[in-house]
């Protein structure tokens, strides 16, 4: 939290009343937009098609926070970046919003992502239908498995791995995700760099060595759930340590217990907001 807030206080900021909801159309297209600012536009974006697809035309800053999950002074000055399009007292105008996240993130060109590796979890991706419709488009299926060479998964042919630089040059590949084993992500990487990728997601658990022009995205669920765990383990020994205190002031005060009793609990509610807290920073 702290570091993410470090990082927004060294962006520039010619003004602060950016954030409010007052009318501009002053856009900062040449801004630099903090990362962790950049994760928070696609979940804007994503709450904004629901509210869209619910026929909501405008949409309150705390309205459009709690769709997002994040607080609405973090949204506003998120929002700021791009150049607020919110009217006081009536909100953001949801379409435009949409068109500013869109063209913010570079979705309005439809681009081109390339499937590396096309067993379990390839499968799932390439059948995942949700990328056409945030802007993605799957272009190209890469395996080296002659049983699925040659076959065609929604529509799309699988090709050999030989053809990689072809394929990225004729489909124009702007994204590449790999899918394949570690033990040859590298190896995978380094002709997708070499062919011209310069965006790559990657599922393998390995540390891809890339140049400097080259931006490397790395989902890994596993660490996604050990981060979970501190978590679950830190409110486990909370309510543990809340428990002792509590237990103690039963069993040795019977009967006067009860104010003691009482105030533990009121820390168990503060506990759990700071706990709440602690996640929602933790995604910035
Ligand atoms: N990030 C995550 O949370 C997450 C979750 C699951 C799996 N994974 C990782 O994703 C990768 C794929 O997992 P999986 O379960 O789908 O494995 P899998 O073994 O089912 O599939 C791997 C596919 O890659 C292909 N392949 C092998 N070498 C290749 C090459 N040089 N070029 C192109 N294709 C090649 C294989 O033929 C196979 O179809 C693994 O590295 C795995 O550890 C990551």
């Known amino acids: ?60 800053s705390e309205s459009l926070a709690t769709a997002a999950g994040v607080n609405s002074a973090k949204l506003r000055k998120d929002l700021s970046y791009l150049g607020s399009y919110g009217v006081r007292g009536v909100g953001y105008d949801v379409a435009l919003l949409t068109e500013q996240m ?38 190209a299926l890469i395996d080296t498995d002659p049983e699925l060479v040659g076959t065609t998964l929604r529509e799309i042919a699988v090709q050999h791995v030989d053809l990689l630089e072809q394929i990225v040059r004729s489909e124009n590949i702007a994204i590449a995700v790999i899918a394949v084993p570690s033990s040859v992500a590298q190896e995978v990487c380094d002709r997708l760099v070499a062919a011209g990728v310069t965006s790559i997601l990657n599922f393998a658990p390995t540390v891809l060595a890339v140049p400097d022009h080259v931006d490397v995205r790395k989902v890994d669920l596993a660490a996604e759930l050990q981060i979970l765990s501190f978590h679950d383990n830190r409110k486990s020994a909370r309510s543990d340590a809340q428990a002792g205190p509590l237990s103690a002031a039963l069993g040795t005060r019977p009967g006067g217990g009860t104010g003691l009793a009482s105030s533990t609990m009121g820390a168990t509610g503060l506990g759990s907001k700071a706990m709440s807290d602690t996640a929602i920073g933790s995604t910035a």
């Open 1 to 60: 939290m702290t570091a993410h807030r470090d990082r927004l206080d060294a962006v520039s900021v010619s003004s602060e009343n950016a954030a409010a909801e007052s009318v501009t159309n002053t856009v900062h297209a040449e801004r630099t937009i903090p990362e962790a600012t950049v994760a928070r536009l696609a979940l804007y974006l994503r709450a904004l098609t629901g509210l869209a697809e619910h026929g909501t035309a405008t949409v309150s």
């Open 102 to 139: 869109r063209s913010t993130l570079g979705l309005n060109e439809n681009r081109a992502v390339a499937l590396i590796g096309l067993g379990h979890l390839g499968k799932a991706l390439a059948g995942y239908t949700g990328f056409a419709t945030r802007g993605f488009r799957i272009s």
